[in-house]
DNA sequence: AAACAATTGAGATGTATTATCATTAAGGGG
DNA sequence: CCCCTTAATGATAATACATCTCAATTGTTT
């Protein structure tokens, strides 16, 4: 059975220290490295991976930057700035949220979606 | 200005050749070396950016692989198999398209967006 | 406490991609 | 048609991100 150990609370501990920020694995590495200083990025990888799979934490995907996580499992999309490279929540009451079809007309089945919004956050959006 | 090599050129044909295939820069590189065997990946990685920066032709993110390239740059959509890895066009007619909002509550300018479906192929999917 | 198995740490390894830089060649001007 | 300039290329080193390996450790069950 799954064992309840140090490192995996230290990791979630870090993870709402972090909240909102959808740090990378390198990051909470770093943040997890403060308190835990004995911590190896593979265990930090390995539990990532594993609370994701669990459904405890959301892997988002970015292009040319590795894996963001986000505790924050309620659904929402999600923006990288194309300027400084941060991923940010969206809160557009009015974002068209996505019914998924379960195929298409080529037979294809489908079982979900990811979506990332490509622009400006609120701080890089302001700047001119 | 740009010039027009033939290294180009045989990206190109390739990338015809693999029409509807989503081929990835390696599987390019392969094909192009059976018509150019100097060419380095170098270059073909290289020539592949470019000419999606141009938009001549489309970068597929692809998650836990390499980028996936596609010469078709009609808007329409891909599926990512989970069971053979392959991605496929997406041509359902009611799939939602979506209308980009320019902007969301808390300030953010959104100029573009990712969607990738994740599912079965219609091989996978027949299989059972 | 002993035993067993899941987990970890350290570092090697793998995969995808970009950087560096000397060499090559595209394409315009004379 | 040849020369010149400079973009483009090839070879390889370097980087980034992530996983694998395996001995050592540590939860958990008995």
């Given at each position: 059975m799954e064992r309840n150990t140090h490192q995996k609370q230290c990791i979630l501990n870090a993870l709402e220290e972090l909240r909102g920020e959808h740090p990378t694995a390198e990051k909470i590495y770093e943040t997890v490295s403060q308190t835990l200083p004995t911590i190896s990025r593979a265990t930090v990888y390995r539990v990532l991976n594993q609370f994701a799979g669990q459904g405890v934490l959301l892997q988002l995907h970015v292009p040319d930057s590795g894996d963001h996580y986000d505790n924050n499992t309620m659904p929402h999309s999600h923006l990288l700035c194309c300027d400084c490279k941060r991923v940010v929540d969206l809160e557009s009451p009015?974002?068209?949220?996505f019914d998924i079809p379960s195929g298409d007309a080529s037979g294809c089945r489908i079982t979900g979606v990811e979506v990332l919004f490509l622009g400006q956050c609120p701080h890089c959006a302001a700047k001119f």
């Open positions: 009015q974002l068209p949220t």
